[in-house]
């Protein structure tokens, strides 16, 4: 089993930045792809970014491409977020996923292929 932790959430002006953690324990995760997606208020999940294993390819949803970039620390099992120029319509509860995989350019966008979750970071933007 893996155990996801995000962290890194909060309160942060439009135009500002933060930076998401999503810290893995009970295996390692240098085999597993990763992806953040989001819950905005009302709405329905949506992906917004995905790493391959090595971190060498990556995903992300239009809306957040060119603002938001995902990497990975395998030494230290962790990926990250890191979210700049924020709009008011990145408001959402942010989660970590994580699926094993034995593919290196296997990287899902939808959240049924993830088999782990954290429990989410909400991520409020002000206008």
């Known amino acids: 089993q893996v155990q996801l932790v995000e962290s890194g959430g909060g309160l942060v002006q439009a135009g500002g930045s933060l930076r998401l953690s999503c810290a893995a324990s009970?295996?390692?995760?240098?085999?597993?792809?990763m992806s953040w997606f989001r819950q905005p208020p009302g709405k329905e999940r949506e992906f917004v970014a995905a790493i391959n294993w090595s971190g060498e390819s990556t995903s992300y949803a239009d809306s957040v491409k060119g603002r938001f970039t995902t990497s990975r620390d395998n030494a230290q099992n962790t990926v990250y977020l890191q979210m700049n120029t924020l709009k008011p319509e990145d408001t959402a509860t942010y989660y970590c996923a994580g699926t094993r995989t034995f593919s290196s350019s296997y990287l899902p966008r939808v959240w049924k292929e993830y088999d782990y979750w954290g429990q989410g970071t909400q991520v409020t933007v002000s206008s």
């Open positions: 009970g295996r390692t995760i240098s085999t597993y792809a």
